[in-house]
């Protein structure tokens, strides 16, 4: 789908296995920013090669003008096909140095941080030739700048971008969709993150890469909202252990989802460290006034 003059968004369904016999349906955008070469933001699941060949065909333009792959981080559904992309392309890949551990080497990301299927979601690990720091102004040529903004909390190596002139934000999964399912490393630094991203003017796009594309009006609103989930979420986590302060954090858990209304097959470990992320900040009452 083409989203603005230079970008493209392409949604990628996945399963994510959440029991041995339950899955989740999920879905993750990768966008395709087009100048003379073909900027490609995150990879989706293994196999998204094909997804991405085809559309940059259907397009008219041609796989080899893919000349780099950027992640905004190393989870899964971001770098899950980039093997297949890198060895069809020879693109080259950029990644924030705290993200490249994970991306560099996939057994290490899943025994530090476990998904059932990890192995059918990520074809194999991939090395990172270009680190990406904030404050980075890349230069895509044809009058195109892609801005770099380190926006950890969802993960230590979350990056954001701005593409100017379009001055449309790729998010990543740095800002949370209200009543999505919470998964994220910290939370002061996830909060200090979107504040950053708020900052930025006249932007006239986002791209969440678990949302729809929203044009216009809507953008800081939704900025908003996830900062005030944050908080929601922070309450009720301090409200159920000050009422079953003996619970052990997946009873606690079970209780906070169902607080939130989501489906109780959501709580995988994945969620429960979002959860105990929030009890290490459990002094804090007011997440949004530290
Ligand atoms: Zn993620």
Redesign the pocket.
């Known amino acids: 789908m083409k989203v603005t003059e230079h970008i493209h968004a392409l949604k990628i369904p996945f399963s994510l296995q959440v029991g041995p016999e339950k899955t989740l349906s999920r879905f993750v955008y990768a966008y395709l920013i087009y100048g003379e070469k073909i900027y490609l933001i995150d990879s989706g699941v293994s196999g998204s090669h094909r997804a991405i060949f085809d559309y940059v065909e259907e397009t008219g333009r041609s796989p080899g003008d893919i000349d780099t792959l950027l992640f905004?981080?190393?989870?899964p559904?971001?770098i899950g096909g980039a093997l297949a992309i890198k060895k069809e392309t020879g693109c080259n890949t950029a990644a924030h140095k705290d993200a490249a551990a994970w991306i560099e080497d996939i057994d290490r990301q899943y025994r530090e941080r476990p998904i059932l299927n990890f192995y059918s979601l990520v074809e194999g690990s991939v090395a990172i030739e270009r680190e990406l720091r904030d404050g980075d102004s890349l230069d895509l040529g044809q009058g195109l700048t892609l801005k770099v903004f380190h926006t950890p909390g969802?993960?230590k190596g979350?990056v954001s971008f701005v593409l100017e002139p379009d001055m449309a934000l790729f998010s990543?999964?740095a800002i949370p969709m209200a009543g999505g399912v919470p998964?994220y490393d910290e939370v002061l630094p996830s909060i200090a993150s979107i504040r950053k991203l708020q900052k930025v003017k006249g932007l006239k796009v986002l791209m969440a890469?678990w949302d729809e594309p929203h044009l216009g009006d809507s953008i800081y609103p939704l900025m908003e909202e996830g900062l005030n989930y944050f908080q929601n979420i922070h309450s009720i986590v301090l409200k159920e252990s000050a009422d079953f302060p003996a619970s052990d954090v997946t009873t606690l858990g079970a209780r906070v989802l169902s607080s939130l209304g989501l489906p109780e097959t959501a709580l995988i470990p994945i969620v429960i460290r979002s959860l105990e992320a929030h009890l290490k900040v459990a002094g804090h009452t007011d997440l949004l006034q530290v």
């Open positions: 905004t981080h190393s989870h559904d971001h969802h993960s979350s990543g999964d998964i890469s």
